[in-house]
T-cell receptor, first 108, second 114 residues
């Protein structure tokens, strides 16, 4: 069983729609990252969360430590948001354990 | 904005050859990492490095792999005798604290073993 599970694996939506990507994990963590990976392969950290909620522009991330669940929301989605979104948890001291990613496609 | 620099961006090597992947982490970061992503699969942890020694490594990181910080700025991953299954994108990352703040990834080196 994967330690970090994301849903959905693929998501296609129309421009302007509200997007939610979910992440559940089965291990103890110190924090959780949401990452973005574009087709060229580069990975960018969007958020690091250890509790509560964070907002950056149209992106909102929440985490519920007790339920071992996090969500990433995108408001007013745009085609440039099309990418793979990855949830990764920090285990032990330093290492990230990655989910399999959610491929998001926003159509104009 | 500070960035993690990886070279080369793409390397093709013959099976059995040694390769060295290079990374320049962010200068005030103290923790360094290598991850890999086989095509179509999720990103996997290889090794973390702190205070000039390995702090944690995965089962993937066997005797064929080694890391080094030779000169205080570069951080290298060496694969001694490459196998076909080593073909992957290799990402270097660095962080300031214990992996929680300022976790920055390089743009990756795509290694193709033929």
């Amino acid at each position: 069983k994967n330690e970090v599970e994301q849903s959905p694996q693929n998501l296609t939506a129309q421009e302007g729609e509200f997007i939610t990507i979910n992440c559940s994990y089965s291990v103890g963590i110190s924090a959780l990252h949401w990452l973005q990976q574009h087709p060229g392969g580069g990975i960018v950290s969007l958020f690091m969360l250890s509790s509560g909620k964070k907002k950056h522009g149209r992106l909102i991330a929440t985490i519920n430590i007790q339920e071992k669940h996090s969500s990433l929301h995108i408001t007013a989605s745009h085609p440039r948001d099309s990418a793979v979104y990855i949830c990764a948890v920090i285990q032990g001291a330093q290492k990230l354990v990655f989910g399999q990613g959610t491929r998001l496609t926003i159509n104009p | 904005e500070p960035e993690v620099t990886q070279t080369p961006s793409h390397q093709v090597t013959q099976m059995g050859q040694e390769v060295i992947l290079r990374c320049v982490p962010i200068s005030n970061h103290l923790y360094f990492y290598w991850y890999r992503q086989i095509l179509g699969q999720k990103v996997e942890f290889l090794v973390s490095f702190y205070n000039n020694e390995i702090s944690e490594k995965s089962e993937i990181f066997d005797d064929q792999f080694s890391v080094e910080r030779p000169d205080g700025s570069n951080f290298t991953l060496k694969i001694r005798s490459t196998k076909l299954e080593d073909s992957a994108m290799y990402f270097c990352a660095s962080s300031e604290l214990r992996g929680e703040d300022g976790y920055t990834f390089g743009s990756g080196t795509r290694l193709t073993v033929v």
